[in-house]
């Protein structure tokens, strides 16, 4: 099996990261990876957003829990699980492909992590964050037009666990039909 498929196959979401900065040279390798995935017609709808300011990481944070169902309420959670990179995909929302766009982005930057050795985990909600009033003021803050709609976050990380010791669910039976 070629490395690329490999990777494919094993990449896992990463939940706990070291504390440690990722390094600049990879961390371009992933965001680069990520601008060459595919788009519809090629418009590039996306927009990447690269965070690692801790104020502001913290910010997001708390704003993303706003919007995470908890049996609790005043629980305290963060949802990017103490990373120290935070990905941020908007799309433009004039683009017909624009959610699968930044889908696609979002794909491309966590499998080329996984290839580097480096966690990601996609999460959620970055819709709901920037249609908030909060979240548009941090977009006009980041002078980004209001026709951009958040796709979703990656955490990025170094992992706490090594990435060999996270396995696969199995795959269901029904997964592919074929009709030839």
């Not at 017609?41 to 990481?57: A, F």
């Not at 920037?130 to 170094?158: A, Q």
């Amino acid at each position: 099996m070629n490395s690329t498929i490999e990777n494919l196959i094993n990449r896992r979401s990463v939940r706990k990261f070291k504390t440690e900065q990722i390094k600049d040279d990879e961390l371009k390798q992933i965001l680069l990876a990520g601008t060459y995935a595919p788009t519809g017609m090629n418009k590039q709808s996306p927009k990447i957003i690269v965070i690692q300011n801790k104020e502001t990481i913290d910010e997001l944070s708390n704003l993303n829990a706003k919007f995470l169902w908890t049996k609790n309420p005043a629980e305290k959670i963060d949802p990017f699980y103490g990373a120290p990179t935070i990905i941020l995909v908007l799309a433009d929302k004039n683009v017909k492909t624009f959610v699968e766009d930044g889908s696609l982005v979002l794909g491309n930057i966590m499998n080329a992590a996984y290839s580097l050795g480096i966690g990601s985990c996609w999460i959620h909600r970055a819709k709901e964050e920037f249609e908030s009033d909060e979240g548009k003021k941090l977009l006009e803050k980041w002078n980004i037009p209001d026709n951009y709609v958040g796709i979703g976050h990656c955490v990025l990380g170094y992992p706490a666990l090594p990435l060999d010791s996270l396995h696969a669910a199995p795959r269901k039976d029904d997964y592919v039909t074929f009709i030839k």
